[in-house]
């Protein structure tokens, strides 16, 4: 079946792909808070945001077209939400709404799709995300595409049997059918496990990346921040 | 329901991410303490499952369709605090890959759709599950649990938008509480039947469910406080000064339009309680309190009608 590949651009190689890691998703942080405390009716400053963001995007090689239909994404929800509050508070609300989670969205997909996912989890861990929840993280990776074919599979079956009704008769047998994957899932974690400790495993997951920090991407980090302040401080303030 | 950046003020976001980290800190300790290593990869696993879960969709009253959520079936299955850190990173990778949810409103989002599914909705489970010997008493706890947590989880979204002078309380609180009475069904429903086919098939799987002792007795008072409170603070959301809404005066934005369905949909109120907050919170009560008597004798129709069928 057809997946929406995590990291389809990922391995790309433009200046921003070989940023180190950490850098970036400090980057990101960095540049969704100063996003979201920005006064919502300094809109010189959103626009200097999205220029900043795009001037990032031109310089990763990222198709312009992806970035752009993945950012759309939220548009449904956040449109849904702001119209409703639109009929209770000023168009002011909606708009900042609308852009601030817009841009934060922009920024989050360009790292995501400049950054294979294991490079990614490892820069985490490097930022003290407890290594549990990293372990947690790359399972989960590795096996949520097969789950999910499976569920999509379990599903056409079910439609097709059923004439796609989801009545409560059907929402027993949507029980059973995901309690048998389940019981699947959890005895191919046990095997996974066992296969792991036979091969040596003890609790330790090894073999994560490990970064050297290089001026270029201090210079790239220099940049980001003064940008931000600068966007922060001026633009706000005229 | 995935809060994205934007629609959350820094005082919200800020304050639900501090909690988050907090519980998630209390559930990495107590996971590492009884650590089993085995737990990590059937961890994982495990959460492929709950994102592959929610992909489904099932239908709710007029047209709108919902998703399993999946923190109470995790906490069932695995604990709670070993369903925390499972719900934690679906969340992380939904906000970082999916575009679901924002990076500043994680903890939030972590918070309403997780924890409180996860912990509050185990101990609801486990409060319902001690009164009763039967499995059936296990599938009902399941079904409470499930469907408060979504509701609370809805509740919780309509408070933090709120306090941030996005949407109006009066009106955001019960229209959200109302629409997941419903799509909490759904939740309740399909998680009752994962849990029940588990049950019949591989008993050991279903958290706890050899060592009776286990399940407490004392978290009745926790998740009534959690819900008093609740009821006690939605009028003085809407109290707390209004930043947006001041820039908007300031600018002369304020929508001209906005006002007459204002006052059209302003009064979430009784009639003969001279005190606007309190018959607010007198109204939300007693729905709340009709809502639960109604999910509740549902439940237990839909429990008995299967236990007939698959009887005779």
């Known amino acids: 079946m057809h997946h929406n590949y995590l990291d389809r651009f990922a391995s790309l190689g433009s200046p921003i792909h070989r940023l180190d890691p950490r850098i970036k998703v400090i980057s990101l942080f960095a540049f969704v808070l100063t996003v979201v405390i920005t006064p919502a009716t300094s809109f010189y400053a959103f626009f200097a945001y999205f220029c900043l963001i795009m001037a990032i995007v031109f310089l990763s090689d ?21 119209l409703f509050n639109l009929f209770f508070k000023p168009p002011i609300v909606f708009i900042n709404m609308m852009v601030k989670s817009w841009l934060s969205v922009l920024a989050i997909v360009t790292l995501s799709s400049t950054t294979p996912f294991n490079v990614l989890l490892s820069a985490l861990e490097a930022l003290k995300v407890p290594h549990i929840i990293i372990d947690i993280l790359s399972f989960m ?14 599903e056409r079956a079910r439609v097709s049997r059923s004439y796609g009704r989801l009545g409560l008769k059907q929402m027993s047998a949507v029980g059973n059918m995901l309690g048998s994957l389940f019981i699947n899932t959890y005895e191919r974690g046990e095997r996974i496990y066992m296969a792991m400790v036979s091969r040596g495993f003890d609790g330790q997951v090894l073999g994560r990346t490990h970064f050297v920090l290089t001026v270029y991407d201090a210079v790239f980090l220099g940049y980001m921040v003064t940008a931000l302040l600068l966007i922060r401080i001026m633009v706000v303030r005229w | 329901m995935h809060l994205p950046d934007g629609f959350l003020d820094a005082k919200t976001w800020a ?13 990495v300790k107590k996971t590492s303490e009884k650590f089993e290593d085995k737990q990590v990869p059937v961890m994982g696993v495990v959460a492929a499952f709950v994102f592959a879960a929610q992909m489904l969709n099932f239908p709710v009253l007029g047209g709108t369709s919902g998703h399993l959520v999946g923190a109470v079936l995790a906490a069932v299955l695995l604990g709670p605090w070993a369903a925390t850190l499972v719900m934690t990173s679906v969340f992380i ?14 903890g939030a989002n972590i918070f309403n ?43 919780f979204t309509a408070l933090e938008l709120a306090f941030s002078g996005t949407s109006p309380t009066k009106v955001v609180v019960p229209a959200m509480a109302t629409v997941h009475v419903f799509i909490g069904l759904g939740e309740a429903i399909i998680t009752t039947a994962i849990v029940s086919f588990i049950l019949k098939v591989r008993r050991d799987l279903v958290y706890g469910v050899s060592e009776q ?9 926790v998740v009534v406080a959690i819900i008093v409170m609740l009821i006690l603070l939605s009028p003085f959301a809407s109290s707390f000064p209004d930043g947006l809404e001041k820039a908007a005066e300031v600018h002369s934005f304020a929508g001209k339009a906005s006002i007459v369905l204002k006052t059209a949909m302003a009064d979430y109120a009784l009639p003969g309680v001279a005190n606007a907050s309190l018959s607010t919170i007198i109204a939300g009560a007693i729905g709340a309190v009709l809502v639960f008597a109604l999910a ?17």
Do not use: C, N
Request: aromatic share 16%.
């Open chain 1, 62 to 82: 990222l198709p312009l077209s992806f970035v752009f239909k993945r950012s759309l994404v939220i548009i449904p929800f956040s449109l849904m939400v702001g």
């Open chain 1, 141 to 154: 990776y590795r096996y949520v595409f097969t789950l999910i074919d499976r569920v999509m599979k379990m």
């Open chain 2, 15 to 27: 304050t639900m991410d501090v909690a988050s980290a907090g519980v998630i800190a209390y559930a």
């Open chain 2, 93 to 106: 990778i939904q906000a970082l890959f999916f575009q679901d949810g924002g990076i500043m409103a994680l």
């Open chain 2, 113 to 155: 759709m997780g924890i409180i599914g996860t912990v509050a909705g185990y101990y609801i489970f486990s409060y319902v599950r001690s009164h009763f010997d039967s499995d059936k008493g296990l599938l009902f706890g399941v079904f409470v649990a499930s469907w408060i947590s979504v509701v609370l989880a809805a509740v």
């Open chain 2, 213 to 221: 002792t286990k399940y407490e007795k004392r978290a009745l008072p």
């Open chain 2, 296 to 312: 509740f004798t549902a439940g237990r129709s839909i429990m008995f009608k299967r236990k007939r069928r698959s009887a005779s």
